[in-house]
């Protein structure tokens, strides 16, 4: 079994983007625990406060199934890998909607003086430029 701290929260215990409860947790809330887990079953953990055992909380999304913690990370990568994509996609159809642009060689860029009264009310160390645009 592998141990791990956690923090009660008023909807359960939260690990590896699943959420376990159990009703004894209700008196606990807001109290760091340690919980223990077996990497091959996901489905329930067994939490201790004070070194003590409280109870065992199950995850009532895979109550009845023996789910791994391997299987949650794939899981998590596969969906992370189909999101990129859908992004992908979307930038495409985006990018279709607007026209490409146009290189232009231009003018070096060429630093704006500032006047005697606008250089008074500048602050020491601040070193921001200014340029104007060649047309």
Known sequence: ???RPRTVHRDGIRFEGLRYFDPT???YVGEPVMIRYDPRDMG????????TFLCRAVSADHAGDSITLKDIQTARIAHRRHL????AERKA???DFFPSPVFRPTQ?????TLSGTEAKGRQKGRRLRIYSEGD
């Open 93 to 95: 159809h985006v990018a």
């Open 25 to 27: 947790l209700a008196a």
């Open 44 to 51: 329930e953990i067994r939490i201790f406060h004070r070194n």
């Open 108 to 112: 070096p860029a060429v630093p704006v």
């Open 84 to 87: 990129r994509n859908q992004i």
């Open 1 to 3: 079994m592998v141990a």
